[in-house]
């Protein structure tokens, strides 16, 4: 009985690194693609280039990342709205704006789907 015991929390523990793997690298891509978007990003009024706005991000996850425990809250607490303002950060990119939450979702959906995305998981 001990042994399976053993066994199940070394199987929790493992699939717990998995996920949180997984989400590091999918973090790590959604602040990539942010700074490499060379989209405008409008926080609170003022608007910041890409670059600005992955430190930004990055900053806000550096603080919170002990409380985020899925790539959604993320999303959710480090790259949607102004923690001061509540006021939704925009994105305009080619001539079309979306709220950044909006924006980011649909590329973790794509880079989830995507075959880089699998084969960073093997």
């Known amino acids: 009985m001990k042994i399976a015991r053993y066994v199940a929390a070394a199987f929790l523990l493992a699939s717990s690194s998995m996920v949180l793997a997984d989400m590091q ?25 890409s670059k600005e706005a992955r430190t930004h991000i990055e900053r806000k996850y550096d603080y919170i990342d002990s409380r985020v425990g899925n790539t959604e809250e993320f999303i959710k607490y ?20 979306q709220a950044s939450a909006e924006w980011l979702h649909n590329e973790l959906t794509r880079y989830r789907t995507s075959p880089t995305a699998a084969a960073a998981v093997e």
């Open 25 to 49: 690298d999918e973090i790590r891509h959604l602040l990539r693609f942010v700074e490499n978007s060379d989209c405008e990003f409008d926080r609170n009024g003022t608007v910041y280039d």
């Open 78 to 97: 480090a790259a949607t709205r102004s923690s001061m303002s509540g006021k939704k950060y925009q994105v305009a990119c080619n001539g079309k704006e």
